[in-house]
C-alpha cells in the first residue's frame, strides 16, 4: 500500500521553528528523491527541498538557510526543520516520492502568525 503521511504542522509565532516530518511505505521511500512542497492559498504548489537517496540536497532559494531537509532510511521518514520562519511560510505542505510523482498524502498545515 503506497502511503505518504505528512505530520509536525502547527501555529507559530514569526521567527519559530517547527520540525515536518514524512512517513512514507517502503516501497516508494528507500533508493529514491524525497521532496518537500508547500502550496499556500490562490497560488501554485511550490518546490522547497529534495534530497536524494545519497543525501545530496537542494533547496529553493526562498528557504536557503532556513529550512534543512533530511532523510532516515530506517524509518522510512523524511524531515524538514524549518527555522527563522516568516508569515509567507503559512501554507500546507506536502512531501512527495520520485517513485510515484502522481502521489501525494493529505498535507500538513503550517501557519506563522507576524
Known amino acids: 500500500q503506497v502511503q505518504l503521511v505528512e505530520s509536525g504542522g502547527g501555529l507559530v509565532q514569526s521567527g519559530g521553528s517547527l520540525r515536518l516530518s514524512c512517513a512514507a511505505s517502503?516501497?516508494?521511500?528507500?533508493?529514491?528523491?524525497m521532496s518537500w512542497y508547500r502550496q499556500a492559498p490562490g497560488k501554485q504548489r511550490e518546490l522547497l527541498a529534495t534530497?536524494?537517496?545519497?543525501?545530496?540536497?537542494n533547496y529553493a532559494d526562498s528557504v536557503k538557510g532556513r529550512f534543512t531537509i533530511s532523510r532516515d532510511n530506517a524509518k522510512n521518514t523524511v524531515y524538514l526543520q524549518m527555522n527563522s520562519l516568516k508569515p509567507e511560510d503559512t501554507a500546507v505542505y506536502y512531501c512527495r516520492s520520485s517513485a510515484m510523482y502522481a502521489y501525494w498524502g493529505q498535507g500538513t498545515q503550517v501557519t506563522v502568525s507576524s
Open positions: 534530497i536524494t537517496r545519497g543525501d545530496t540536497t
Open positions: 517502503g516501497t516508494i521511500f528507500k533508493g529514491y528523491t
